[in-house]
């Protein structure tokens, strides 16, 4: 199962990313979770160690490493387009309760002139991560998705998009979803955050105009790492998510294997 996880910033994204993270390791399942935004706070709301995650360096950072592997290290102007990544995520993930994290980080600006080099890595890096063999591939992503290009986008099986009960939220969810469609990502779920009652699940739904697979309550100070904890109710509201998803994509693959089964016996009786 491969979720990506976005929205506005500020409305929870993060939060959700890793609260599916540990809803997942609780019944064992093996967790890979990127943080693929620029302000790189998954590992804090993961709970991992601050010791742990002051030792992370995201690998957007890693200048030198990157150049390397895009093989403009020596100067010049070519580089490669598909670089070797295949080390780096055991070389520099983190691995604490069942969860292994690796920062990725997003290019902002370009640097020492390879600002396309390093995108060329960060993205050979995104491609060897989704199609990768992990039980379960959680990616908290910006609201721009750019790490999604369209080499990689079709290996997701979903996308949660996270819409607070404001305008600004619902327009943004808009865009991220027609810009996942453009890139052919078209399970696309919204999930409503902050709600404090009906109202604001009802505001969501007419404005996001997107399929609605659960909500969140609001919780003070929860947006804020550290300041507040999920709690009893708002975990229960992620697994009731986690557990619609499953639904949800389950159906969708038995919808895809009928579907084949129909062709490969239409194409038998064309053979007879």
Known sequence: MKIAVAGKGGVGKTTLCAALAHAFARQGREVMAVDADPNNCLGPALGFPHELVASITPICEMRELLCDRAGTSQGGGFFAINPEVSDLIERFSVLHDGIRLLVMGAITQGGSGCACPESSVLRAL?????????????????????????????????????????????????????????????????????VRGADDVAFVREHARLPLIGDLPFIEGLGWIGRAQPGAQYIAAVDAIKARLERELEGKQDAAAGGRSRADEAAKRGGD
């Open 126 to 194: 995104t491609r060897e991560i989704v199609t990768g063999e992990h039980a379960v591939l959680l990616l908290d992503m910006e609201a721009g998705l750019e790490h999604l290009g369209r080499g990689t986008s079709r290996y997701m099986d979903a996308l949660l998009i996270v819409v607070e009960p404001t305008h600004a939220a619902a327009r943004t969810a808009e865009r991220i979803a027609a810009l996942a469609g453009d890139l052919g990502l078209h399970a696309c779920f919204v999930v409503a955050n902050k």
